[in-house]
């Protein structure tokens, strides 16, 4: 059993929108509709849902339109704007994590709310979790080639990997189908990742430290990579890849929204 934490908090500014919540399944779905059964398919119990306090009226409603969350699904909600100092901009994915810490429960997974992962992901994760020891993580990584859209161009965490080790992340921009300087295998992060529950503890130091050096930036974000970058470097954390064959589904613009719909359809 595992808690599933999903990032919902985010601005999607160049979306326009609510993007989370951007129906794109064929039943009304949206993308953590189908995070959310595909992790209590592969053993979660429970469910951390991360939110701004604008939007967690209209998440709700989203589940109460749906017939609401499984009732055998711990679900709880998390502010993030409520945890560390105000500003309008959310303080990044590590500190959406931490500012989650107390709804946790033992081991848990991290997913953004608006990516497709498919079940094999969550599966994969959910087997490497079992031998997963306190001071591990595991990373759940796609073939490049399964992560790009249609159009336009992409940011993506390519992973330097020595054996089922990661070593690091470099962020890679400018990537298409039509300009890919890369080969379709190599592996990237698409921000999918298993802790265990002393990764909290690391987190609450790193946001402090942060916070030392960023409080008055209005932009500078506390991100999940750079936190297990710096644990990593610590020595401190070691990370295992798990690798799956499933393909990433997502939107950033408007424009990709009929993309990933006629791609969801044909799952």
């Not at 951007?22 to 009304?28: D, E, I, L, W």
């Not at 993308?31 to 595909?38: G, N, P, Q, V």
């Not at 916070?211 to 974000?221: D, F, G, I, V």
Request: hydrophobic share 45%.
């Amino acid at each position: 059993m595992f808690t599933l934490a999903v990032m919902a908090a985010g601005l999607g500014s160049r979306f326009g929108g609510t993007k989370q919540l951007a129906r794109v399944g064929p039943n009304g779905e949206a993308f953590l509709d189908f995070a959310i059964a595909d992790a209590q398919a592969a053993g979660a119990d429970r469910v951390v849902l991360i939110v701004r306090s604008d939007i967690e009226a209209d998440v709700q409603q989203h589940f109460a339109s749906r017939g609401g969350l499984p009732g055998d699904l711990a679900v709880s909600y998390v502010r993030q704007d409520e945890h560390g100092p105000a500003r309008p901009k959310p303080w990044g994915t590590a500190h959406a994590v931490l500012s989650a810490s107390e709804a946790m429960a033992g081991p848990f997974v991290v997913c953004n709310a608006d990516d497709y992962y498919g079940p094999g992901a969550y599966a994969a994760l959910a087997r490497a979790m079992q031998t997963m020891a306190q001071n591990e993580a595991r990373l759940c990584a796609y073939p490049l080639g399964h992560t790009l859209p249609a159009d336009g161009a992409v940011t993506r965490g390519v992973c330097q990997v020595e054996g089922d080790r990661l070593v690091g992340i470099v962020e890679q921009a400018g990537i298409s189908r039509a300009d890919n300087p890369l080969p379709e295998q190599t592996l990237v992060s698409m921000n999918l990742w298993a802790f265990s529950p002393g990764f909290l503890d690391a987190l609450r130091v790193g946001f402090a430290d942060f916070l030392e050096e960023h409080r008055q930036s209005p932009a500078a974000e506390y991100l999940l990579p750079h936190a297990v970058a710096a644990q990593m470097h610590r020595g401190a954390l070691t990370v295992r890849v798990v690798t799956t064959g499933e393909k990433w589904i997502g939107v950033t613009n408007p424009a990709d929204l009929e993309a990933a719909r006629r791609a969801l359809r044909s799952r």
